[in-house]
């Protein structure tokens, strides 16, 4: 069965610099979420989107901003990053009505130097 | 949920036991909760789930278990496989974002499977 697809898997950036990370849901869903993990923590939500509108607002930073597009793709960008942005950054896809469960994607490994 | 930092609770049994791992969740107006499962480097693979007007629900060789009276989820897992090792996270769903709300996980657990 189709997954959620993330790109790139695996980015290295500088402090300061900005990035982009992508998400392709599984088909058919119509809702993305985010997450930040820390190395030993438990996921932190982000921002979740339904039909290209903000959905749910979590401890997202004002340096990151997210969009949903028409493709149902969605766009985590980040600014000015600090090495404390270092994780692993997970998307996740559901249906937003019926039994809604999230199916995570292979995460993406953001490295900050 | 909080943080744990860089320690996890550990949870250690012999292949072919049940484990049973616990699980204590914040917001009693929660309606939602999922177990999943998570391998080093890898996403949260979903495990069971289980609605809020329900004490118990089974899957195969997993059941979950929700206490409301005390804010407890459990879960069990029947005849541990080696493959079974993995850090094992709760989340709630608080149910007031629409049907895209963020999950809020609680506190993983290592499962560390004995030969």
């Known amino acids: 069965a189709a997954g959620v697809i993330q790109s790139p898997r695996h980015l290295i950036k500088e402090k300061r610099e900005t990035a982009t990370l992508k998400c392709y849901p599984i088909?058919?869903?119509?809702?993305v979420y985010w997450y930040q993990q820390g190395p030993g923590q438990d996921p932190q939500f982000l921002i979740s989107?339904?039909?290209?509108?903000?959905?749910d607002k979590g401890s997202i930073p004002d340096r990151f901003s997210a969009q949903q597009f028409s493709d149902y793709h969605s766009e985590l960008n980040m600014s000015s990053l600090e090495l404390g942005d270092s994780a692993l950054y997970f998307c996740?896809?559901?249906?937003?009505?019926?039994?809604?469960?999230?199916?995570f994607g292979p995460g993406t490994r953001l490295t900050v130097t | 949920g909080e943080s744990v930092g860089l320690h996890l609770p550990t949870l250690s049994v012999q292949e072919g036991d049940n484990s049973i791992i616990n699980c204590a969740y914040s917001?009693?107006?929660?309606?939602?909760f999922i177990w999943y499962k998570q391998e080093s480097g890898k996403g949260p693979q979903f495990i069971i789930d289980?609605?809020?007007?329900?004490d118990k629900r089974q899957g195969q060789r997993v059941t979950v278990l929700l206490n409301k009276t005390v804010k407890h989820l459990s879960l069990q897992i029947a005849a541990t496989q080696p493959g079974d090792s993995a850090v094992y996270f709760c989340a709630e769903r608080s149910g007031l974002g629409g049907g895209a709300d963020g999950l809020t996980f609680g506190k993983g657990t290592h499962l560390i499977i004995q030969p």
């Open positions: 917001n009693s107006a929660s309606d939602y």
């Open positions: 088909p058919r869903h119509d809702t």
């Open positions: 289980i609605r809020s007007n329900m």
């Open positions: 996740a896809s559901s249906f937003r009505e019926g039994v809604r469960e999230q199916y």
């Open positions: 989107f339904y039909e290209k509108m903000q959905s």
